[in-house]
């Protein structure tokens, strides 16, 4: 079995009423990873993501660019163990 990380990873820029959360969702669960994806009060995304460090790695990726609406600006991303805590990838509000 693939050893399991997660990733913790807030988006800005115009990520808000685009879409996002639902494109990061769909996104996150045909990578196979758990986790949620959540609007920040400040305008930004939250994304909690765990899972086999390559899907992490396309998910990021998939972040950058973001759903066609969006605007992406910045990308700030950190790496931890996975915890095992997180349940099917989940728009949380």
């Known amino acids: 079995m693939a050893e399991k990380f997660s ?10 009423g685009v879409n996002f959360r639902d494109f990061t969702r ?9 986790g949620h994806v959540r609007n920040l009060p ?3 995304v939250e ?3 765990e899972g086999a460090r390559p899907a992490l790695e396309a998910l990021l990726e998939y972040l950058k660019q973001g759903p066609p609406r969006a605007v992406v600006e910045h990308v700030d991303s950190s790496w931890g163990a996975a915890t095992g805590s997180q349940g099917d990838f ?3 509000f």
Do not use: F, I, M
Request: aromatic share 0%.
């Open 47 to 49: 994304v909690l993501a």
């Open 90 to 92: 989940e728009v949380r």
């Open 7 to 16: 990733l913790r990873t807030v988006v800005s820029g115009r990520v808000q």
């Open 42 to 44: 400040g305008g930004s």
């Open 26 to 34: 769909q996104k996150a669960r045909s990578l196979g990873l758990s």
